[in-house]
């Protein structure tokens, strides 16, 4: 079977799988069930197939797992939030139409990727004015203590979701061109190998970036994102775990100076390892999100079924949730609480799996930036994933990014989809057969 067959064998079960989710949904609204999910789910698998067909024609070689994986995402996040409004289904899958079509968009105009290193100082520029935006007064918006929103009349979006392409694209082009510089000279002390302190400079002014976001925008979880693909990068550029030792030995020193100096920054700590200690205030999120997980179980209450607003509210909004910010921040808690701890685990391996395909491209990349572009990609991705859940159950201090694909955002969608139109594009090189006709 060729791979775009499997790509479309892929979609069917992904389109059957909404059509099940929101027929759930109606039957538990009203006791009569009608042919709308039916519609809905039609609706999704049209959208697919003529991005599926694009691929088809433009990319014929490209990973055949990675698009249905994204769209499986999407479905999921698209019943998760019909159930909690009708209005902010509609507006994701609006969205959704949005960003496949930037995603056809930049497959069309960037089919020579390579292009994007003659301007990687552009490229990075344009990505820190993007992350420095929400602190600008006026546009910038705070949302629950960190500065991760711009807010333009009737436009709201976060920068941070486009500055994270940009920062990997120009990390990428940078390490491609100086990765020796890194390796050369290097001394081991104790086991571990040291680059040349006159070369750790990238590595310093990397770390003092985020540093810098922790402070400036108050957003842990951006900063430990951008970062923590920067260690993927300087990995593979390197293949030097040591790197990735003394990289995550500063970010955890960096980290504990901020939380011990600075208010905000220690403040999320405090939450983190005692939400019981203000249960009715900056507790309150923390908490709200564990009863709900906790009282999921193994296989849930059931799509629909949990209760997410108090028993005699008259005017059911986003407001009034039962867990605070259920639509963004908290929606991994709904999906345990309705699909139980084994559909949370199908939520991770699904990120997982997306993963695994992004890391194979990169290591079947044929040149330096291809491999580094998709390394730094995919760990940008599943780091924004991890970082999201890892707050939501605990593991990590709560952040105020979205869960990819999943939460409500129309900055989320658009960017993601273009970061997957860029994993697709090194695929499809990278898997096209050579001219003697071996793959």
């Given at each position: 079977m060729s791979a775009r067959n499997r790509e479309l064998l892929g979609l069917i079960p992904v389109a059957g799988l909404l059509i099940a989710g929101f027929a759930a949904v109606f039957s538990v609204r009203s006791a009569?069930?009608?042919?709308?999910?039916?519609?809905?789910?039609?609706?999704?698998?049209?959208?697919?197939?003529?991005?599926?067909?694009?691929?088809?024609?433009?990319?014929?070689?490209?990973?055949?797992?990675?698009?249905?994986?994204?769209?499986l995402l999407a479905a999921i996040g698209l019943v998760m939030l019909y159930r909690i409004d009708a209005t902010l289904a509609r507006d994701q899958a609006n969205w959704f139409v949005v960003g496949l079509i930037l995603?056809?968009?930049?497959?069309?105009?960037?089919?020579?990727?390579?292009?994007?290193?003659?301007?990687r100082y552009l490229i990075v520029i344009g990505g820190l004015v993007l992350l420095m935006l929400p602190r600008l007064p006026v546009i910038g918006a705070q949302v629950n203590g960190a500065y991760l929103g711009v807010k333009i009349g009737p436009i709201a979006f976060q920068p941070a979701e486009f500055g994270k392409i940009a920062i990997v694209i120009f990390l990428a082009s940078y390490l491609?061109?100086?990765?020796?510089?890194?390796?050369?000279?290097?001394?081991?002390?104790a086991g571990i190998t040291f680059p040349p302190l006159k070369h750790l400079g990238p590595m310093l002014v990397v770390w003092g970036a985020a540093m810098v976001m922790l402070v400036f925008i108050r957003d842990l979880g951006s900063s430990l994102m951008f970062f923590g693909a920067f260690l993927?990068?300087?990995?593979?550029?390197?293949?030097?775990?040591?790197?990735?030792?003394?990289?995550?030995?500063?970010?955890?020193?960096?980290?504990?100076?901020?939380?011990?100096?600075?208010?905000?920054?220690?403040?999320?700590v405090d939450i983190w390892l005692d939400p019981y200690q203000d249960a009715g205030g900056t507790g309150y999120q923390v908490l709200q999100s564990m009863f709900a997980q906790a009282d999921g179980g193994l296989f849930g209450k059931g799509i629909g079924e949990s209760l997410l607003w108090a028993p005699g509210v008259d005017h059911q909004t986003i407001e009034n949730t039962l867990i605070p910010q259920v639509h963004t921040d908290f929606i991994y808690a709904l999906i345990v609480n309705e699909l139980g701890l084994f559909g949370g685990c199908g939520v991770i391996t699904i990120y997982a799996l997306i993963a695994a395909r992004g890391f194979k491209i990169a290591s079947i990349a044929r040149d330096g930036f291809s491999k580094l572009l998709a390394a730094g990609l995919t760990a940008v991705f599943a780091l924004q994933a991890f970082v999201i859940i890892g707050g939501v159950i605990r593991v990590i201090p709560l952040t105020g990014v979205t869960l990819p694909l999943i939460s409500y955002g129309g900055s989320s969608v658009i960017a993601n989809f273009v970061l997957i139109a860029l994993l697709l594009l090194i695929s499809d090189r990278a898997r096209r057969p050579e001219p003697g006709g071996t793959a």
């Open positions: 009569q069930l009608d042919n709308t999910s039916l519609i809905f789910g039609a609706y999704f698998f049209a959208i697919c197939l003529a991005a599926h067909i694009f691929l088809r024609i433009r990319l014929p070689n490209a990973d055949p797992y990675l698009f249905p994986l994204v769209a995603f056809m968009v930049t497959i069309t105009f960037l089919k020579d990727y390579h292009v994007l290193e003659r301007y491609r061109e100086h990765r020796e510089v890194l390796v050369v000279g290097a001394k081991r002390f993927a990068l300087i990995y593979t550029a390197t293949n030097r775990i040591s790197f990735v030792i003394i990289g995550l030995a500063m970010f955890l020193v960096g980290a504990w100076f901020f939380a011990t100096t600075v208010g905000h920054v220690g403040d999320r």
